[in-house]
């Protein structure tokens, strides 16, 4: 027989980074032989990345969990998917029943936005838990981006996406795409993305305290001290007014506030604004000059404007930016998307958006979209009390490794009566685990990116079908999920998942029909449900939204409409065309107008005024990302991790100087939440004074099953982040931390 006979392609989207990129998977005998780009995927056209081409690595890594764990004799042990599930809820009722629901504690991390279920299965999971006490990795990531929308646009999740492809000006802050893949702008390929925006004559300017692959490609690179973004921003902001660049486009009418704004910004001029962020004042001058010049423009801020003191005033002031130069809702300014599975913008006005509905029990902050800060998940469970948290859920997340304070946070969860972790792995955080329920391969499940398509460059809808079909008893992320909910709910570990699957389409069906507003307003739900089978789970509920959706085939009225059936059929995705101007039909203010000047952030130009030269002097640490790192979890994979150590402390030629460290040297980075050791690297390509370790590393604890990622362990960068947060929207502070650095020995 011919060998290639037994060869066959299949495309499914990486569910790895944001930049969601089409994979063409060549299968031999029901094993990955090959992973390279799908050329004719609609947005990301052929590009990819070696996480990409590693899937099938990761699929067989003889670490991934097959089997569920349980803890034994203080042992975890291989154990079945029927005494996991009972296990779990032996551990969990008595908690529930004892001490409220409260006690029990849930996690999610950041691969639930990278799965299916976990877009569409957390919710009911939460309805059944009741419990107040939700933290996720969104608090140390982005929540001040959805604080800024809530507050300005009156809707948390509606993100202005910078419009890569049509725009001639791109003034990037704290982000570094070609490593990252980009995020909150979902763009695969943007090295080639911005390569064209300099072909048509526009320029790209990145603002950073390290000259990364993006700064190098760009046309203009400018250090800035970390934290100090306000300054910069506002200093643009300033001179728009002063020099009467503004022009409001087609956000005019549709904003409240602008002569408040220009009060506000008096004080922070580029004079004041280059002390405190180290970029000359004739520099933010032409910046400014520049952006409200160019035929369409964007500025575009990420991780290093987010996870900082001031995250939720940079996420303000970067779309204040956006919008007084005319360039929200232009074609190439930043736009909002609305894909294949989203329905029609319901504006303008609303009920508006706003945190702190209830407080934390410790310390009492608000929250912010129904989570409280990861960063005071340890207070509540190491504080006694009423409220006390006893148990914890972890669904695909690794906080010990991922959030700050991370030794505290390690010794808290050794303290909880009980912790189920949904993972596949037996890593930092599920080593605490009494069950240990792993979804799933990568490449065993369906997949579509319906959270990051809402932040995507153009609209489009994608869906892939498993790869390979799940190992015999497996139960599919969404039963695991639903599992747990009606462990939570009392019906218990035996009850069955699909009836409760089957509850969820049904009541999201009922609601449907009696919206005025839905293409299925007064049809039989009987009949759609019928239409809906046999599907279940996830592909069923995204079924759905394709057919009642903007774009969708509304079940009969719009024959040429999406559906899950229609998307099959397009393996390489079906692109919605580029975005369009939807202003003010997104606005969900009570006003209906766009908020320029919401009161908090008027109030947070005083904290930043009283702190703003306090962290002079010193040195301060950043984190960093590695194109074949994903956050902590891909350590695991030979391919991914060969080379040479990337845990290392980068430092500026002066400071090594200084500090009498040389190339290699072992140096000791503390700060009052702890201190780790890192071999030194030298750079001229990060700013004198400041400092840089990547996150995710730290593998060495005996107890874990991950036998490559020991022999290459580095050490956990957030034992050095004390807890702080940006009070505006709980998210901790990552980026900017003092440190004391010394030789180790
Ligand atoms: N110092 C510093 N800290 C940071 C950051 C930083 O820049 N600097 N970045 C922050 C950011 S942006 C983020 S998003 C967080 C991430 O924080 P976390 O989400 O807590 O951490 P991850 O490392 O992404 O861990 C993901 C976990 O999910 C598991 N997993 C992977 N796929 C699946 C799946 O399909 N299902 C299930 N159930 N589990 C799965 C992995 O094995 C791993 O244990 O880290 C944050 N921490
Ligand atoms: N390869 C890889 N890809 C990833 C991930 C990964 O771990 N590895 N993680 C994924 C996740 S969860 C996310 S959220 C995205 C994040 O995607 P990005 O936001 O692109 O994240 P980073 O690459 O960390 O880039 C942050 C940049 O901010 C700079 N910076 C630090 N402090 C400051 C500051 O105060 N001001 C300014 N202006 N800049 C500052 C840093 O030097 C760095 O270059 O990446 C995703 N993609
Ligand atoms: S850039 Fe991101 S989505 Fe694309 S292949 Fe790499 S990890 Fe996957
Ligand atoms: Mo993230």
Redesign the pocket.
Known sequence: MNQSNTLRSVYRTCPL??ATCGLEIILKDGRVEQIRGDKEDVLSAGFF?A?GAALGELHDDPNRLRRPLARHAGRLKEVSWEEAFDLAEKGLTPVINKYGRDAVALFFG?PCAHTLSGQLYLRPLLNAFKSRNLYS?STT??MPRHVASGLMFGAPGLITVPDLDRTHYLLI?????F?????MCTAPGWPRRLQAIRERGGKVVV????K?K?AQAADEHHF??????PWFLLGIIHTLFAENLLSLGRAQGHVNGLEELRALVEPFGPEAAARVCGIAAPEIRRLAREIAAAPAGAVY?????NT?AFGSLNAWLIDMANILTGNLDRPGGVMFAQPGHAGNFTGPGGKGWRPGRWQSRVKRLPEVMGEFPAATLADEIETPGEGQVRALVVIAGNPVVSAPDARRLDKALAALDFMVSVDFYLNETSRHAHVILPPPGPLNVTHSDIMLYANAVRNVAHFSKAVLPPDFGHPDKWEILLKLALIAGGQGSKADPAALDDFIISTAVSGAVKDERSPVHGRDPGELLKELSPRKGPDRMLDFMLRTGKYGDGFGKNQDGLSLDKLTANPHGIDLGPLQPSLPAPIRTPSGKIELVPLVFAADLARLQAVSESTAGGHVL??????????SWLHNIPSLVKGSNRCTILLHPLDAESLGLSEGRLARISTGAGAVEAPVEISADIMPGVV?LPH?WGHSHEELRMSVAKTHAGVNSNILAEGTIDPLSGNAVL??IPVIIAAAD
């Open positions: 980074c944001e990345c996480k950041n990795a990531d982005q802050l704290g982000a570094n795409p490593v990252s893949g980009g995020s603002v950073d305290p390290v990364t993006t800035i001290r970390p934290g100090t973004d801020g990420r991780i290093g404007t900082v950043i984190g960093r990302r590695h194109i074949r790192s994903c956050n840089s995710g980026n900017g």
